[in-house]
């Protein structure tokens, strides 16, 4: 990749937050290669400084990813994690897919009192808004949600606390016990 391509390459990435490569495409300099679970496409993402903090993310230019009702996406996303990650012993990316009702259910078990119309209300909104972002893979009217590439960016420390918080998450309805 010579410099004008990887500006190119920069330039969309700070457009849009993730990059979108061919299988046979190399990442740019600076960007973490990330093959998908499906054959296609793979994601290049900007590999941030450890530690880097939205003021850093704001200096390279690159969209932060934020989030309309960040509680409640954090949730679903938590729910989600939960729903499509078998084991915190396994790598978290790819993941597997879940089917769009156990994320639900999850969200039900979380949100204990809730009834499964709210559910479905506050799960579908926040799944889009993930997906706009990247953390998670979900389109209108599918029944699979994935794990988006931003999640196949974490660092050591971050799947740490991930895998704190899965252990501490209740096992998914359906799963015999284990996920």
């Known amino acids: 990749m010579n410099g004008e391509d990887t500006a190119a390459a920069w330039a969309r990435a ?48 690159l969209p932060l990813s934020t989030l309309e009702r960040p509680t409640e996406s954090a949730q679903v996303l938590a729910c989600a994690l939960r729903c499509c990650w078998p084991s915190p012993q396994e790598p978290i990316w790819p993941g597997r897919p879940a089917r769009l009702d156990d994320v ?57 606390t991930l895998r704190d918080l899965w252990r501490m998450m209740p096992v998914p309805e359906g799963s015999g016990g284990h996920a």
């Open 14 to 61: 700070r457009a849009t937050g993730d990059l979108r490569l061919a299988p046979t495409d190399a990442a740019p300099p600076g960007m973490r290669r990330l093959v998908g679970p499906d054959p296609g496409p793979v994601w290049a993402l900007p590999e941030l400084p450890e530690g880097a903090s939205p003021r850093t993310v704001t200096d390279l230019g």
């Open 104 to 160: 639900i259910s999850m969200y039900l078990q979380v949100n204990r009192g809730k009834t499964a119309d709210y559910a479905r209300r506050a799960v579908l909104p926040a799944l889009r808004r993930l997906d706009w972002t990247a953390w998670l893979q979900y389109r209108s009217g599918a029944e699979l949600v994935r794990l988006g590439p931003q999640v196949g960016a974490w660092n050591d420390f971050d799947l740490n």
